[in-house]
T-cell receptor
Framework: DAGVTQSPTHLIKTRGQHVTLRCSPISGHKSVSWYQQVLGQGPQFIFQYYEKEERGRGNFPDRFSARQFPNYSSELNVNALLLGDSALYLC?????????????????FGEGSRLTVL | GDSVTQMEGPVTLSEEAFLTINCTYTATGYPSLFWYVQYPGEGLQLLLKATKADDKGSNKGFEATYRKETTSFHLEKGSVQVSDSAVYFCALSDYSAGGTSYGKLTFGQGTILTVHP
């Protein structure tokens, strides 16, 4: 079975440009979350989407936006890129909207899209 | 807010040595605790988890016990192998009184483990 797939795997942009990152969840998974992992740090939560609606947002500026499509795939968009946006962007999918205590919930992560902003 | 603190790294060990990676947390609700592992060139994988106090998570020879009194979730393995070389992340998912979260994990900064033959 295919895992979480992300594209592109690597990309280079310049300051001020826009970037779109794509994610396909595991088949049957309806929830997609996005994380930013800066070199040497742990992933930081950006968004969660479930059934095409935003269900959670981390502490990121409005330059960051996302959406989820009817097939549950997702896009992360970042406008007006800054040097500090250089990072590995991780997508994760899960079966449920909520990682309920009683559910053996787990986030399945893709390998990420590495963005370099020059 | 929620936070996770891991021991400073990197950690370098010889094969068959004992491993401990410390993790402490701060949370306002009823967190579940996780260890994720990131092997070179691969995505994050769940290693083990514990959902309530005194639970012990275990997988692939690794263990961690949820200690509410010390707000800790230290990762241990009795005998490491070269193949265990990876970055290890401690994480928590905080639950409201209603028992759900929204796919948000709070991660520590990660600990790089290198095991030499």
């Amino acid at each position: 079975d295919a895992g979480v797939t992300q594209s592109p795997t690597h990309l280079i942009k310049t300051r001020g440009q826009h970037v779109t990152l794509r994610c396909s969840p595991i088949s049957g998974h309806k929830s997609v979350s996005w994380y930013q992992q800066v070199l040497g740090q742990g992933p930081q939560f950006i968004f969660q989407y479930y059934e095409k609606e935003e269900r959670g947002r981390g502490n990121f500026p409005d330059r960051f936006s996302a959406r989820q499509f009817p097939n549950y795939s997702s896009e992360l968009n970042v406008n007006a890129l800054l040097l500090g946006d250089s990072a590995l962007y991780l997508c994760a999918s899960s079966l449920a909207r909520a990682l309920a205590r009683t559910v053996t919930g787990e986030l399945f992560f893709g390998e990420g899209s590495r963005l370099t902003v020059l | 807010g929620d936070s996770v603190t891991q021991m400073e790294g990197p950690v370098t060990l010889s094969e068959e040595a004992f491993l401990t990676i410390n993790c402490t947390y701060t949370a306002t609700g009823y967190p579940s605790l996780f260890w994720y592992v990131q092997y070179p060139g691969e995505g994050l994988q769940l290693l083990l988890k514990a959902t309530k106090a005194d639970d012990k998570g275990s997988n692939k020879g690794f263990e961690a016990t949820y200690r509410k009194e010390t707000t800790s979730f230290h990762l241990e393995k009795g005998s490491v192998q070269v193949s265990d070389s990876a970055v290890y992340f401690c994480a928590l998912s905080d639950y409201s009184a209603g028992g759900t979260s929204y796919g948000k994990l709070t991660f520590g900064q990660g600990t790089i483990l290198t095991v030499h033959p």
